[in-house]
């Protein structure tokens, strides 16, 4: 199967890679021409916090353009670039969309699969999001930071079958997925959640497991997780008996050495995705009438931060 991955990050690294060792040929779409060249000579690279120092990397087959219009066909496609990429990324690659050849999203935050549909078939769109961590360490490497599940869910129900076949592939490469039909919920709730975790740890710079060792960021990260709900029961969204302290932590344990993805982006002097996570929440907010006073001060000070990453000698 010919599987197309835009965005050759640390997510679409890793599912690439995976993809790559259980037989699927893999294509990266990504717009930096070091990341195409790399991966062009050498394949894509993952390596471990266990084996790093002693084994380095391990390689799979892959190759990689530099724009979605130089594929004329695939089976399947996956999004895996920022959030805020999405309107052009689906462009390149809308031509390539269709019944036979879903798009998977697996992008974190909310607004953006409603902005892909007016480019697409939303028919042809299948929501999905995954536990699985990673951290991007040169062009076409990255390392994993942790393995989890993945969810798909067809917020169109239009073809269960396909959705089967899809976990199906996932699984036999390795990567835990499964077919659910509450997909808007969890996206929902993990929006929550990684709106407390992640936009914090940035503020901090400090590495998920860390939010834990004292009161004040556990309760601003509480703090952000009841607007949040606030904000869900205001827009009418389910969200189902989720205990979100306890995934808060549970999320914070788990993966209790990565560094989050905005973290990731505050240090390496790149914009985040906090439209897509607080930024939105806060939006909703005003369109409900819903404080969210909090959400708001987070989002404000990330937005500074990006301002400041312009700066030389930040850091």
């Not at 036979?100 to 697409?120: A, F, R, V």
């Not at 503020?203 to 949040?228: A, F, T, V």
Request: glycine letters at 10%.
């Amino acid at each position: 199967m010919k599987i197309v991955i835009v965005g050759a990050g640390a997510l679409g690294g890793l599912f690439g890679a995976s993809l790559s060792q259980g037989g699927q040929e893999i294509v990266f779409v990504e717009p930096n021409q070091a990341v195409v060249r790399a991966i062009n000579e050498k394949g894509i690279g993952v390596a471990s916090h266990e084996l790093l120092g002693a084994q380095g990397l391990q390689y799979f087959p892959a190759r990689a353009v530099s724009s979605g219009q130089e594929i004329q066909q695939c089976d399947l496609l996956f999004m895996a670039v920022k959030t805020y990429n999405t309107q052009e990324a689906t462009r390149q690659i809308a031509h390539l969309v269709g019944p036979d050849s879903p798009l998977i999203t697996l992008q974190n935050g909310l607004g953006y699969i409603e902005l892909m549909g007016k480019i697409c078939d939303p028919a042809n769109i299948i929501s999905g999001f995954t536990s699985m961590g990673g951290t991007a360490l040169g062009p076409g490497e990255v390392m994993n930071d942790g393995t989890g599940p993945t969810y798909l869910g067809d917020q169109q129900n239009s073809n269960g079958d396909r959705l089967a076949q899809i976990c199906a592939i996932l699984n036999k490469s390795g990567l835990p997925a499964k077919e659910v039909t509450d997909i808007v919920s969890r996206r929902w709730n993990r929006v929550l959640v990684h709106a407390a975790i992640n936009p914090v740890s940035a503020l901090l710079h400090c590495r998920n497991s860390q939010l834990l060792d004292s009161l004040h960021p556990l309760s601003l990260m509480k703090r952000l997780i009841d607007e949040g709900r606030d904000i869900a029961e205001a827009r009418g969204i389910d969200l189902g008996e989720v205990d979100h302290y306890e995934m808060l932590f549970a999320t914070c344990r788990d993966k209790a050495n990565h560094l989050s993805p905005m973290l990731q982006d505050i240090l390496n002097g790149r914009k985040t995705e906090i439209d897509a996570l607080n930024g939105i929440l806060c939006r909703y907010a005003r369109q409900t009438g819903v404080p969210a006073l909090s959400h708001l001060t987070i989002y404000e000070l990330i937005k500074s931060l990006e301002k400041e990453a312009d700066i030389p000698n930040i850091q």
